[in-house]
């Protein structure tokens, strides 16, 4: 079935390095994708989302590429800061009722 | 803004108890999904409903039911508390014109079953 694979974490990062969050996925057909982030105490906020491949979706300086050859939809981001921190999951429409299937998530800290 | 509330942030309960969940959209949304939240395991679908007074289960249906009277209220039933039924439980609502692509969440109730 369809399924979403994400590096595990936590990433410890200081602040202004640069961010990668892997995440790569199989599916039947075509899905959209999309990261969504969870920030400490809180729900799920979607962060991007792209629908078809080559898009790239892009928000709060993060972005991620739809990547079809590899299945890929990686999470970068330039220059982070502490406000960053929070848990950030990978998903795409799929599964028999076309709902969303997220990775584990990645727990990323910044420090100053 | 899309507005998703879940009545309580933390709830203890007793093993055996009933316990209601609930969840309220305030965007007219056709679409309401309960998941679990797990350490390790990410999220997990238990229920959606597409419409009022449907219901369709999910990846782990097994010790929940569920109920959706009205449009925007989605209530999640542990008809008898377990222990490992201890988690955080989030709602999430997205609309049919959108695809059930972008789905808006609540804050979460984080349950705890002693």
């Known amino acids: 079935g369809d399924s979403v694979t994400q590096m595990e974490g936590p990433v410890t990062l200081s602040e202004e390095a640069f961010l990668t969050i892997n995440c790569t996925y199989t599916?039947?057909?075509?899905?959209?994708l999309f990261w969504y982030v969870q920030y400490p105490g809180e729900g799920l906020q979607l962060l991007l989302k792209a629908t078809k491949a080559d898009d790239k979706g892009s928000n709060k300086g993060f972005e991620a590429t739809y990547r079809k050859e590899t299945t890929s939809f990686h999470l970068e981001k330039g220059s982070v800061q502490v406000s960053d921190s929070a848990v950030y999951f990978c998903?795409?429409?799929?599964?028999?009722?076309?709902?969303?299937?997220f990775g584990k998530g990645t727990k990323l800290s910044v420090k100053p | 803004d899309v507005k998703v509330t879940q009545s309580s942030r933390y709830l203890v309960k007793r093993t055996g108890e009933k316990v209601f969940l609930e969840c309220v959209q305030d965007?007219?949304?056709?679409?309401m999904f309960w998941y679990r939240q797990d350490p390790g395991l990410g999220l997990r679908l238990i229920y959606f409903?597409?419409?009022?007074?449907?219901?369709e289960k999910g990846d782990i249906p097994e010790g929940y039911s569920v109920s959706r009277e009205k449009k925007e209220r989605f209530s999640l039933i542990l008809e008898s508390a377990s222990t490992n039924q201890t988690s955080m439980y989030l709602c999430?609502?997205?609309?049919?014109?959108?695809?059930?692509?972008?789905?808006?969440f609540g804050p979460g109730t984080r349950l705890t079953v002693l």
């Open positions: 999430a609502s997205s609309s049919t014109g959108e695809g059930t692509d972008t789905q808006y």
């Open positions: 599916a039947t057909g075509y899905p959209s």
């Open positions: 998903a795409l429409t799929g599964g028999s009722q076309g709902n969303l299937i």
């Open positions: 965007m007219d949304h056709e679409n």
């Open positions: 409903s597409y419409d009022v007074k449907m219901k």
